[in-house]
């Protein structure tokens, strides 16, 4: 257990590393844009009517702390968001970031592994059967299906459902909530209402990273399929779903599970375009609405660092877990047998 | 007789057989994965559709009768349906195809749309090599700030296009509403968007020959080094992060620099994966038993790269830098699409697509869509074609199944 427990610590401290290193270099990315944020904050001031001198440009920065170097503001930066959780204030709004994504960030991170999960309830049977039967009818469709979901990316396919569904039903479907229940506080009436809307999103989500993972589940069941303990295990008498569940099945679940950390990674390429085309107000539209309305070098940092840190959690939960499941890692890591 | 007949007949067979074998044997690797590629046949239809559109895109001054920016624009027929050319109609037939004069109203009871109504008696019949527009067959020009970076490679100038109309235009897939002709605008879209993957493409080929080469040959701590940052990098999600940095190009730059920008961070953020797989590559080559007998018979370290190593993935490069292709196109087209990517001026796939979000496209100018037709042929042809190299060129893919 000891041992275990030396494994889980190491993760996490890999982990932890890679965080680092993507917030060094998020940091640096947003550092190299032109302007900096104090002058960003009084060119939006002036444009509101305002005059400006270098001199407030140097107070401004100043009193942001930007005058300080570069690596002691990138240590400062990270040092309050790992252990205050505080991403500081956005450039341009001037409210704190937490506050504005609070709540948005939670929302869209559900929508995205709600999308996972559902992707992989589809894929997962159908990749098995579409591998494992020879039923040509059943496998042509099933790659038609993740081919088009390939070629169909998410976009087009909200863009598709909005517009038919304006012109069909009269209602775009945008939006997660309705109108009467946008700033209201929870309740239950309020859920059922994000429920009725957000299954769209899920959907759309899910569209494609169902057509990659039902391409991952076959190739990989197709190679389990063709080892010799598999033919061992018909040799024997087994067959049908139990041959399946027993062995094949079971080796393939491995890699899927390891390819978790890369599909959310896909389902998050896909979520500010999507929210864009649906109008959610989630962080993925905020995104948008942070880089392309007013250049807020901060939000936006803040919300890349937010969508890595899911992926590196989610990564390393499903290290620790596969060394659970899969005793050909359990054993390597607890050595000996 | 009939015995030394057949025995000479099955000498032929084995000659034959000998032959066939010896050329298997022989033959190169490229010639290897050919082979396998041509009896693959999806990817064969996808390979003959990929090559027709790339022809498409590198001609597509020669082949579209109009000037696609707004230089060009038919100001007779704006948001003009589709001119679909005849060989015949109640009025008999003709060898040379035909399309109808129309003339167009609009008024109060049309709601202000443009009501268009067809000539059926007055033909307009297609000529081949008419002369219309100015355009450089080669033209690999940009305008950079600053007269130094210039780019200006113009050749051959000319005025032929492959076919336009007697009088007036001709309009094979509409006009949009400034009256653009959208068959020419598509297929200089899809020039840009291979340009522009290209490039990606490229930049991000020669990043990962680079750091994956030094992680893989090296190895040791500047492996470790070198892989860390890699998957830091891959674990970005690209998309937003694309965002991020293509919201800071300012407005002002002209449309040929934030497309070379735009190509630019495609080629920075893209190269993680190739730079894995160009390891991957390296590190289990350098470990085979080839590799040790070069070395064992005094080859020096430069001859093993270049005579054994390079030549033997050189393939699987390529048939990643084809895999890796459709999703630059992908990630284009979405930049673009959220109007962070290339602008109006441009003529890209993502900027062809933003068109089409309005319901009233849907309802009243269906052919806006045709555009979003070539972008999913395009997509969908360069993943079919990288399946299939990817399949012909692992060896152990017809011993498996």
């Known amino acids: 257990m000891l041992r275990f427990g030396q494994f889980v610590i190491t993760r996490f401290f890999l982990a932890i590393v890679t965080l680092l290193t993507v917030s060094f270099i998020v940091f640096t990315l947003m550092e190299m844009v032109p302007a900096n944020c104090a002058e960003r904050y009084l060119s939006y001031k002036s444009f509101q009517g305002g005059q400006i001198s270098a001199e407030d440009i140097a107070a401004e920065e100043r009193r942001l702390g930007l005058d300080k170097p570069y690596v002691i503001r990138w240590a400062s930066w990270v040092g309050n968001v790992f252990f205050k959780g505080d991403f500081g204030d956005s450039c341009i709004l001037r409210v704190s970031i937490n506050q504005l994504l609070g709540q948005k960030f939670l929302i869209s991170l559900g929508l995205c592994l709600t999308a996972l999960i559902l992707a992989y309830s589809i894929a997962i049977p159908a990749g098995i059967m579409s591998a494992s039967s020879s039923n040509p009818y059943l496998n042509n469709s099933i790659r038609f299906v993740s081919y088009l979901g390939l070629a169909m990316p998410n976009f087009l396919l909200a863009l598709m459902i909005m517009l038919l569904s304006t012109v069909l039903f009269g209602d775009s479907l945008t939006g997660l909530f309705s109108k009467e229940f946008r700033d209201a506080a929870w309740s239950w009436a309020r859920v059922r209402d994000f429920m009725s809307r957000a299954w769209l999103p899920v959907f759309i989500l899910g569209w494609s990273a169902t057509a990659f993972a039902l391409q991952t589940v076959r190739a990989l069941m197709a190679d389990e399929n063709g080892k010799l303990y598999v033919t061992a295990a018909r040799a024997r008498g087994l067959s049908g779903r139990q041959l399946l569940m027993r062995y094949p099945a079971r080796h393939a679940l491995a890699p899927i599970i390891n390819s978790l950390g890369f599909d959310l990674n896909r389902v998050f390429n896909e979520l500010p375009i999507v929210a864009l085309i649906l109008v959610l107000t989630e962080s993925g539209a905020l995104l948008i609405e942070a880089l392309a309305r007013s250049n807020d070098q901060q939000l936006a940092g803040a919300i890349i660092f937010l969508l890595t840190a899911s992926i590196v959690t989610l990564n390393f939960i499903t290290d620790i877990l596969l060394a659970l499941i899969d005793p050909r890692i359990w054993k390597s890591i607890m050595g000996g047998g | ?401």
Not at chain 2, 96 to 104: L, V
Not at chain 2, 137 to 153: A, H, K, N, T
Request: proline share 4%; charged share 15%; hydrophobic share 45%.
């Open chain 2, 1 to 401: 007789m009939a015995e030394t007949a057949s025995t000479a007949l099955s000498d032929e067979a084995a000659l034959a057989e000998q032959k066939r074998k010896e050329a298997y044997f022989s033959a190169g690797q490229l010639q290897l994965i050919w082979a396998r590629f041509k009896k693959n046949r999806s990817a064969m239809v996808g390979g003959i559709v990929l090559l027709a559109l790339v022809s498409m895109g590198v001609f597509a001054p020669f082949l579209s009768p109009y000037d696609p920016t707004i230089a060009g624009r038919d100001k007779t027929y704006q948001n003009g349906a589709p001119q679909i050319p005849y060989f015949w109609d109640q009025n008999g037939f003709s060898v040379r195809p035909f399309i109808y004069s129309y003339s167009r109203t609009r008024s109060a009871a049309s709601n202000f749309r443009w009501v268009t109504s067809v000539d059926k008696d007055k033909r307009r019949y297609l000529e081949l090599f008419v002369s219309g527009w100015e355009y450089h067959v080669i033209d690999l020009s940009l305008d950079l700030p600053g007269d130094f970076f210039d780019i200006d490679i113009q050749f051959l100038k000319s005025t032929t296009h492959l076919f336009g109309v007697t009088e007036g235009q001709i309009h094979l897939f509409g006009t949009d509403s400034p009256g653009k002709d959208i068959f020419s605008r598509t297929l200089h879209a899809i020039y840009t968007s291979l340009a522009v993957g290209t490039i990606g493409v490229f930049i991000a080929f020669v990043l990962a020959l680079v750091i994956g080469g030094l992680s893989g040959y090296y190895g040791g701590w500047i492996d470790a080094v070198l892989q860390m940052i890699t998957d830091a990098i891959r674990t970005v999600p690209a998309i937003p992060l694309f965002m991020a940095l293509a919201a800071f190009l300012p407005d002002e730059w002209s449309a040929e620099l934030r497309f070379l920008f735009i190509s630019i961070i495609l080629g920075l953020i893209g190269w993680p994966t190739l730079a894995r797989r160009v390891r991957t590559h390296l590190l289990t080559e350098r470990s085979q038993d080839y590799v040790l007998a070069a070395q064992l018979c005094g080859a020096s370290p430069g001859h093993v790269i270049r005579r054994h190593l390079l030549p033997s993935f050189t393939s699987y490069i390529i048939v990643d830098l084809v895999i890796s292709f459709p999703y630059m196109v992908l990630s284009e087209t979405a930049l673009s699409f959220i109007g962070l990517g290339l602008k109006d001026p441009v003529n890209s796939l993502g900027v062809m697509l933003q068109n089409v979000t309005k319901a009233d496209v849907l309802l009243n100018y269906q052919w806006y869509f045709i555009p979003v037709i070539f972008f999913m042929a395009l997509v969908l042809a360069f993943v079919f074609v990288g399946d299939g190299l990817r399949d012909a060129a692992d060896p152990y893919a017809s011993t498996k199944k």
